[in-house]
């Protein structure tokens, strides 16, 4: 799993190449914890358009994560998901519970307009 981070206007934006499979779970799970450590009082975009594949522990590690957002008034958004892991998304009805936008232009545009 490869992770990028940077900064557009206090929007930090995390970028993710990979899958979040059983041989990369620790690693992916040191990442969400470490973002919602340090980021969940703001608002962070993970872009993942580098993520063919999430398995059930990955989609818990992402709730979880956005629970810590949600409790401390921050905001975390999803974007460019792939139609494999959007499907499974949708399935479960997280698009239901987390704001998720085809791309990162329509994520800061969403950000920028509230």
Do not use: W
Not at 54 to 81: H, Y
């Amino acid at each position: 799993m490869e992770v990028t981070e940077r900064e557009i206007n206090n929007i930090f934006v995390y970028s993710m190449t990979g899958q979040i499979l059983i041989c990369t779970e620790n690693e992916c799970k040191k990442l969400f914890e470490k973002i919602a450590e340090e980021k969940s009082h703001t608002t962070v975009i993970i872009n993942m358009s580098g993520v063919g594949y999430v398995n059930s522990t990955g989609v818990g590690m992402i709730v979880k994560c956005f629970k810590k957002f949600r409790e401390n008034r921050g905001r975390l958004i999803l974007c460019n998901l792939k139609p494999e892991v959007a499907k499974l998304f949708d399935l479960i009805k997280l698009t239901d519970l987390i704001e998720i936008y085809p791309d990162e232009e329509s994520a800061i545009k969403s950000i920028q307009s509230t």
